[in-house]
């Protein structure tokens, strides 16, 4: 009888330790997962969008900032979260053919102007002081609260800029510039006064990896669209109003944000590979010395997307579908779509469709000369076949 009792009791141990290390080996897994979702530290999303150029054919530094504020709107950051920085408004110039639209592709389907856009600095509010004074927060009591940068020690911050650089600087509307050493001391403000957790700073100008050589401040990540001595070039041009819509760099940065969503685990590295020499034609550039985390680790949307507060659980919950109830809603979704109006931008095609899209037929009007040639020729045959002394018939 001892022997059976004891197999039986030693079924019963092992029995116990392996439901023990399954408990635990699923704890151990949710913990995993709580650690992954929460390992970049930061609470809130902040988004600075800087466009630095005026005057109409600078129509793409516009577009090129737009279209990284409409991405990041779609992916989640809220207007309270974002100072946009538009030096000059392309939608409302006399030049353009199609008021109020800024487009970023010849085939001008993706308006990213939109219908909502809310511009914190504009015209001759962009300037080189009011700009570090947002990053710093060193802004006057009587600004409004939707142009002050309101983070704190668990933001992280996407700056963005674009307009024309050289070595070590960046101009504002041709009459003042920003020195790198300028931009690395208001980061190290920024720092000082625990107003970022994690930052990315990308860059589209002309010798853009000068713009990041004198950071020194930590938990920093700097993109570029070209090295020192390159030219950073532009694209798609469009005849139809004399200017280039996009730069190449932010047009391939764009084009793969597209394919981005919320619950994206795309990483940094993917960004790092966007646009390569063959397509850019210069070299864009990356700067990870200062960021602590390895980049494959950081999702694209710790920047470009928002916080979610979700709950890990391990319960089961059940869903019982009521059939009145869905009916009711199908049917006032259906009245929904009937009363539905244009898209909202943020709802428009994907850039990756608008691409490879056939574009319109434009309809056909005769050339400028082509009326008043043909006037000519009418005149020159009545001319030979009546000749002058019938005038007087005419006036």
């Not at 931009?183 to 720092?191: N, T």
């Not at 853009?208 to 050589?213: F, I, K, L, P, T």
């Not at 919320?262 to 700067?287: E, I, W, Y």
Request: charged letters at 20%; proline letters at 5%.
């Amino acid at each position: 009888m001892a022997a059976p009792c004891f197999l039986t009791l030693r079924v019963a141990t092992l029995a116990a330790l392996a439901l023990l290390s399954l408990g635990s080996s699923a704890a151990g897994h949710i913990e995993d997962q709580a650690e992954q979702f929460f390992r970049s530290g930061h609470t809130n999303n902040w988004a600075v969008l800087v466009c630095t150029s005026r005057f109409w054919f600078n129509y793409r530094h516009v577009a090129n900032t737009l279209s990284v504020y409409r991405s990041v709107k779609r992916l989640g950051i809220p207007d309270s979260h974002i100072v946009l920085m538009l030096a000059d408004d392309m939608a409302c110039n006399a030049r353009n053919p199609k008021p109020a639209t800024v487009f970023s592709h010849k085939n001008m389907e993706l308006n990213v102007y939109g219908d909502d856009v809310e511009v914190d600095y504009r015209s001759y509010e962009v300037t080189v002081e009011n700009f570090l004074r947002v990053l710093t927060g060193r802004v006057p009591p009587s600004t409004p609260r939707s142009k002050r940068l309101l983070s704190d020690d668990r933001s992280n911050i996407l700056i963005y800029m674009t307009g024309h650089g050289g070595n070590g600087f960046l101009k504002f509307q041709d009459s003042e510039e920003i020195t790198n050493i300028e931009l690395a001391d208001a980061f190290e403000q920024m720092w000082q006064k625990r107003r970022y957790n994690e930052l990315l700073f990308i860059i589209d100008t002309c010798q853009g990896a000068s713009m990041y050589e004198r950071f020194y401040s930590p938990n920093i990540m700097a993109l570029a669209s070209s090295q020192v001595g390159e030219d950073s070039l532009s694209h798609q041009p469009d005849p139809a109003i004399g200017v280039h819509l996009m730069d190449r760099y932010t047009f391939y940065v764009l084009e793969f944000l597209e394919e981005i969503n919320p619950a994206s685990q795309t990483n940094m590295n993917d960004l790092f590979q966007v646009c390569p020499k063959s397509l850019c034609v210069s070299t864009p550039g990356h700067r990870t010395d200062l960021f602590q985390r390895d980049p494959k680790n950081v999702l694209i949307t710790d920047f470009f997307g928002s916080v979610r507060k979700v709950e890990i659980t391990t319960e089961k919950i059940s869903l019982q579908w009521d059939s009145q109830v869905v009916d009711s809603s199908s049917k006032e979704d259906g009245t929904a779509e009937e009363r539905m109006g244009p898209l909202k931008y943020a709802e428009q095609l994907p850039v990756a469709q608008i691409i490879h899209q056939k574009p319109k037929p434009r309809d056909w009007h005769p050339p400028g000369g082509f009326i008043l040639g043909l006037w000519a020729l009418i005149i020159m045959v009545f001319f030979k076949t009546y000749g002058i002394k019938h005038m007087k018939f005419i006036f």
